[in-house]
T-cell receptor
């Protein structure tokens, strides 16, 4: 089956620093990838849709200047949390449907803790 | 705006029981519905995907049904095992301008005890 990886799996950073999270489709190409955030004991909330070669589409209430998304190739999307604050601490998960299909495959998630 | 609700929020059953998890959604204009399993601190594993034109899908001990007109789906787990303990999430994929986006329910936390 299709595999999506994320790196790092967990990261601890100091308030005010920036953190980059990578999402890779290992055995398929994805023109679109999705970024979700999950707070403890809550469900996944879509943050943004990442489109290869074009600007990401952000959901209402998500600051595009704080959560920078780059989808530079058909197998890699990155999410950069800029000037991170403790309230940004969360579980970030990406997903990707193989191009031309509709079933989404999810990465294992990245646990971000901002101190 | 699509809203997805899952009932119950938590369920604890003895091993061997058959059980049903419920999912309802407010906007019936969906493309498909997907059931996922999430283990603590982990990502999501897709269990079953039902296209909007389908009524049910089966995989092993799992059976998912979809009644699009009434905005409901159920996940049936037969002969539950301790290894089935996890959070089960349903998600609907919107059609039209929401195409491709998944809206998730809050999940049902399942505990199967020996």
């Amino acid at each position: 089956g299709a595999v999506v990886s994320q790196h790092p799996s967990w990261v601890i950073c100091k308030s005010g620093t920036s953190v980059k999270i990578e999402c890779r489709s290992l055995d398929f190409q994805a023109t679109t990838m999705f970024w979700y955030r999950q707070f403890p004991k809550q469900s996944l909330m879509l943050m943004a849709t990442s489109n290869e070669g074009s600007k990401a589409t952000y959901e209402q209430g998500v600051e595009k200047d704080k959560f920078l998304i780059n989808h530079a190739s058909l197998t890699l999307s990155t999410l950069t949390v800029t000037s991170a604050h403790p309230e940004d601490s969360s579980f970030y998960i990406c997903s990707a449907p193989p191009s031309g299909t509709y079933e989404q495959y999810f990465g294992p998630g990245t646990r971000l803790t901002v101190t | 705006k699509q809203e997805v609700t899952q009932i119950p929020a938590a369920l604890s059953v003895p091993e061997g029981e058959n059980l049903v998890l419920n999912c309802s959604f407010t906007d019936s204009a969906i493309y498909n519905l997907q059931w996922f399993r999430q283990d603590p601190g982990k990502g999501l594993t897709s269990l079953l995907l039902i296209q909007s034109s389908q009524r049910e899908q089966t995989s092993g001990r799992l059976n998912a049904s979809l009644d699009k007109s009434s905005g409901r789906s159920t996940l049936y787990i037969a002969a539950s095992q301790p290894g089935d303990s996890a959070t089960y999430l349903c998600a609907v994929r919107g059609g039209g301008t929401s195409y491709g986006k998944l809206t998730f329910g809050q999940g049902t936390i399942l505990t199967v005890h020996p």
